[in-house]
């Protein structure tokens, strides 16, 4: 399926939809129970405006936003999403080279179907590695070890998978770990058949980075099985503790977020937060990012880096994001929307769509550079914003 018809994010999805198995395609679109925290993320941005200050000389615009110890050329990257080899084979490997070649971020998930070191091959400076501890402590300290080997110039410790959720279109189509068929799945399958040739030709992807742990021979469905064992494990602040010492790098928490939380992380020493609730996919009541993202800034102010993902649909939402104070976004379905349909030319469709939404917004809004961004660009709906008055 060609991805050039695209004209915007919701495009991918539809077309994603229209490729995959159900099986397949609502494991990615899903949230926890309800989903109504999958619908609050995509809410929040629709709660706040921008507005516009003209006259303003917006012929040269710069969307480039220094993170850590690099300059990106757009203020957002890529988050982690598991297994997506099972929506496109070498989905990971694509998403990875698509984010170097647009100079932004990749995070490579826990549990990716490609290995750390294959994604450190095709986008060295570019990657980042997700961590999932498993309950084998020598297991994740080996998986710390072959992201610093590779290079990786950040750890990304994921904290909101404390329990397996209760994703109810997953237990209704029978998707689990590992995967087990049922008729009725491999018949409406049937009914997609460029998804069927590909999982035909290359079988059910394996989770690339655990093979070396469930053993040498392990087949796809075995390692599948491994991961589920050693998969969710506890993990505490003295494991934080811990993972700063043996990470030499920029660390960064995903999933955290209470204010309170966050003033701890930065007392550890964490370079990053990404304010997250996993794309609403662990608890239903959870806030969106974006309705906590104040409360992180005041209590933690510039300690720490906070950035934050869910419900990124347009350009317009990275602006509004960032005009709350966030210094970096994530996207997780969009791009990975991108990879089912079109492979690497529809990752690059997913960026290239929210680079030119950024760039038209900017220019609409008299923002030429990232830096001018701030909150009297915003009008809430709930009343809260500043509307071109300067806090203070
Ligand atoms: C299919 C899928 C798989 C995901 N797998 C992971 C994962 O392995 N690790 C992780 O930290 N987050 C995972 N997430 C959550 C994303 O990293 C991210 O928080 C979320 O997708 C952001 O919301 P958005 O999809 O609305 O952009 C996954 C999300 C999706 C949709």
């Known amino acids: 399926m060609r991805s050039d018809g695209a004209l915007n994010i919701e495009d991918l999805r539809r077309m994603a939809r229209r490729r995959l198995p159900r099986i397949a395609f609502d494991f990615i679109e899903g949230g926890v129970e309800d989903e109504h925290c999958l619908a609050r993320n995509e809410a929040s941005f629709h709660r706040q405006r921008l507005v516009p200050r003209y006259l303003v000389d917006i012929s040269r615009r710069d969307q480039s936003a220094a993170l850590f110890d690099r300059k990106y050329a757009s203020p957002f990257g890529i988050a982690p999403t598991g297994i997506a080899a099972l929506f496109r084979p070498r989905a990971d490997l694509m998403l990875a080279e698509a984010a170097a070649a647009a100079n932004i971020p990749f995070i490579m998930s826990g549990t990716s179907t490609a290995s750390i070191e294959a994604a450190a091959k095709i986008a060295p400076t570019h990657t980042w590695f997700q961590l999932y501890v498993a309950r084998q402590r020598a297991i994740t300290t080996d998986l710390i070890q072959r992201a610093r080997d590779a290079g990786l110039g950040a750890l990304v410790l994921t904290v ?107 007392a550890i020493g964490v370079d990053g937060i990404i304010i997250s609730n996993h794309g609403g996919r662990q608890l239903d009541q959870a806030p969106a990012p974006l309705e906590v993202l104040p409360a992180m800034r005041a209590a933690v102010g510039d300690k720490v880096t906070l950035m934050i993902d869910g419900g990124v649909r347009r350009g317009a939402d990275i602006l509004v994001a960032l005009a709350n104070g966030a210094r970096f976004i994530f996207v997780g379905r969009p791009t990975l929307s991108g990879a089912a349909v079109d492979g690497l030319r529809g990752v690059r469709k997913a960026i290239d769509i929210l680079r030119r939404e950024i760039d038209l917004v900017m220019g609409q809004i008299g923002c030429a550079n990232l830096e001018e961004l701030d909150e009297t660009f915003l009008l809430s709906v709930d009343g809260h914003g500043t509307n071109g008055r300067r806090p203070g």
């Open 160 to 266: 909101d998978v404390p329990v397996t959720p209760k994703r109810e279109r997953n237990i209704r189509n029978g998707f689990g770990l590992p995967l087990r068929l049922r008729p009725s799945t491999i018949l409406e399958a049937l009914t997609h058949p460029a998804w069927i040739m590909g999982y035909l030709r290359h079988g059910m992807p394996r989770f690339d980075n655990w093979a070396a742990y469930a053993g040498a021979e392990a087949t796809a469905q075995a390692v599948a099985g491994f991961v589920a064992r050693e998969t969710p494990a506890t993990v505490t602040w003295n494991d934080l503790e811990e993972f700063r010492r043996l990470w030499p790098r920029h660390l960064v928490v995903k999933g955290i977020m209470h204010h309170a939380d966050a003033v701890r992380a930065a």
